[in-house]
């Protein structure tokens, strides 16, 4: 490519891979190579699409897809404030947890399938991604985009209540006041959450939790995400608040953002 001339739609995916594998703060390839594989706009709805920046709502000047590889927020539902995560951050969270092939992956908010679709090509081969959406229309949406990824399943439910498969890895994609004490015990021994621990409206924190002999050893990165469904808030209230007076370490700090699956 020439100083002049503009990159074509494949160089700007590569690089957008690139800039996430950094993001992830990892030596493991194969993140690059699944952001670089997954499309970001076939999840997205037909364009143009409605970008999110500290609240405003942009419209794209085209359906050029172009306009997705970038850091930001992708508006799925702005009636309920609901938006396709930021990039940087999922590539953080990722890189932190470290999904393998084999493993066995809970997402629980799934938007409409964008990071479901990396999960799932990260514990390929072997690994299964259940992912579940309380919303009936994210949730369909989500069945539909993940159409052709084979070791993916939607269950469209209340996390809070449903009873989970034992896990390797449970990977929340939306604010909540607490896990609820069935989503560690589903953990498995060496299992990892990662939960955005939103102690309020304007303030939360991306815990990293690893079962260790039965022991949960927390570790926190501060980020905002949206809130999860308001079902969730007294339930966490009610049975965590022993778990909410536990020891939790910060280790690190961002700037905050909105974001989902």
């Known amino acids: 490519m020439t100083a002049d001339s503009r990159a074509s739609l494949d160089e700007i995916r590569d690089?957008?891979?690139?800039?996430?594998?950094?993001?992830?703060?990892?030596?493991?390839?194969?993140?690059?190579?699944?952001?670089?594989?997954v499309r970001r706009e076939a999840f997205m709805g037909p364009g143009p699409w409605r970008i999110v920046v500290k609240g405003r709502h942009l419209e794209t000047p085209s359906s050029d897809p172009a306009f997705l590889y970038q850091n930001v927020l992708v508006s799925l539902d702005k009636s309920k404030g609901i938006n396709n995560g930021e990039p940087?951050?999922?590539?953080?969270?990722?890189?932190?947890?470290?999904?393998?092939?084999?493993?066995?992956v809970i997402q629980i908010g799934t938007g409409?399938?964008?990071?479901?679709?990396?999960?799932?090509?990260?514990v390929a081969p072997g690994?299964?991604?259940?992912?579940?959406?309380?919303?009936?229309?994210?949730?369909?949406?989500?069945?539909?985009?993940?159409?052709?990824?084979?070791?993916?399943?939607?269950?469209?439910?209340?996390?809070?209540?449903?009873?989970?498969?034992?896990?390797?890895?449970?990977?929340?994609?939306?604010?909540?006041v607490a896990p609820p004490i069935s989503w560690?015990?589903?953990?498995?021994?060496?299992?990892?959450?990662?939960?955005?621990?939103?102690?309020?409206?304007k303030v939360g924190l991306a815990v990293?939790?690893?079962?260790?002999?039965?022991?949960?050893?927390?570790?926190?990165?501060?980020?905002?995400?949206?809130?999860?469904?308001?079902s969730f808030r007294s339930h966490a209230n009610h049975e965590n608040a022993k778990w909410r007076r536990g020891s939790l370490h910060p280790v690190g700090l961002a700037h905050p953002g909105s974001s989902a699956g």
């Not at 690089?15 to 594989?37: C, P, V, Y």
């Not at 940087?88 to 066995?104: I, K, R, S, Y």
């Not at 399938?113 to 090509?121: E, F, M, R, V």
């Not at 560690?184 to 409206?201: E, T």
């Open 112 to 122: 409409t399938g964008y990071y479901t679709a990396i999960l799932s090509t990260l």
């Open 88 to 104: 940087f951050l999922h590539a953080a969270f990722l890189g932190a947890v470290a999904p393998q092939p084999g493993e066995t």
């Open 127 to 176: 690994g299964h991604v259940h992912a579940v959406e309380i919303d009936e229309a994210l949730a369909s949406r989500t069945r539909d985009n993940l159409a052709s990824f084979e070791n993916a399943s939607v269950i469209c439910a209340d996390a809070t209540e449903l009873e989970l498969p034992q896990a390797d890895l449970i990977y929340v994609s939306a604010g909540v």
């Open 15 to 37: 690089f957008h891979a690139k800039m996430m594998a950094a993001a992830s703060n990892s030596s493991d390839e194969r993140l690059e190579q699944a952001f670089r594989l």
């Open 184 to 201: 560690l015990q589903a953990l498995r021994l060496g299992g990892r959450i990662i939960v955005p621990w939103q102690a309020n409206d």
């Open 208 to 230: 990293l939790i690893t079962r260790r002999a039965g022991v949960q050893r927390p570790r926190l990165d501060a980020r905002l995400f949206h809130p999860l469904h308001r």
